[in-house]
């Protein structure tokens, strides 16, 4: 089995809207895969066919080398999920609304309520009464409901979406322990882009139903571009300049910070040619592309609010 997702053509439409357009998941076993992309992207209803939620109207998805159509029960019992916001009975504790579901499904230790609640660090706010919770306490108790059987497979909607910065450390840090020491695969989609660059070790990328691109991070490391950023008093004089004496370097301009992609060697004599020529340079940064600006590159720019 060389992919715990697996997706052939996944195609949902609702009417003459084409959500999803036949989109192919690769996902290996023990790794996290990122799903990045705008609202309205398509993310939410693939994670919701992985899930059997809705169904697709074309192609197929295997898990765990099965199609999920075939001996669905058994599969699913190997799978925690997040689906947009967690739900749970407002009037009950945290410790009550976990109890609920371990009877429901039937199929858990004796003490894995508990231990699910101290993985996500609630275990001293268990009895406390739901609607009482913070948006990050109400995210942190829908993964322990996710990961109270010990699933083989986590798919997270936007998990890490209303917490704090230590919320999402904590979340950040459980996610990445839990793949590396009991080898469990996450599929996780999120907005946070600096979030899914320290977890993931693949990413995917929709845009308006297709996944335009699926890659590894460490393949994306090496693609990603190095460059110098200037801060100075006049842009359009920085470019006049850069045409006349380097007309072979690739370089973008936004108002006065000029950026020179991939000149690094050359970043002394400009500055010294921008100075003879009465331009005042406040700041020199050498810098990478992120993940946001090449997702941003990606899709044609305009973030993915």
Known sequence: ???????????????????????????PKGKVY?????????????????LQLVFPTGGSIRLFGKDCRDNAAALYRNIGSIIETPG???????????KILARLRGQFSKNAVLDALEIVGLNKERRKIFSDYSLGMKQRLGIAAAIMHKPKLLILDEPINGLDPIGIWEIRTFLTKLTRDNGTTVFISSHVLSEIEQIADIIGVMHQGRLIEEVDMAELGKRSRTYTEFELSDGQLAVKIIKDHYRDTNYTIQDNTLRVYGSNHLVGEMNRDFALNGLIVTKINPREENLEEYFSKLIGGGGIA
């Open 1 to 27: 089995m060389k992919y715990i997702i697996e997706t052939d053509h996944l195609t949902k439409r609702y009417g003459a809207n084409l959500v999803v357009n036949q989109v192919n998941f690769h996902v």
């Open 34 to 50: 990122g799903l990045l992309g705008r609202n309205g992207a398509g993310k939410t209803t693939a994670m919701k066919m992985m």
């Open 88 to 98: 749970f009975y407002g009037n009950l504790t945290g410790e009550e609304n976990l």
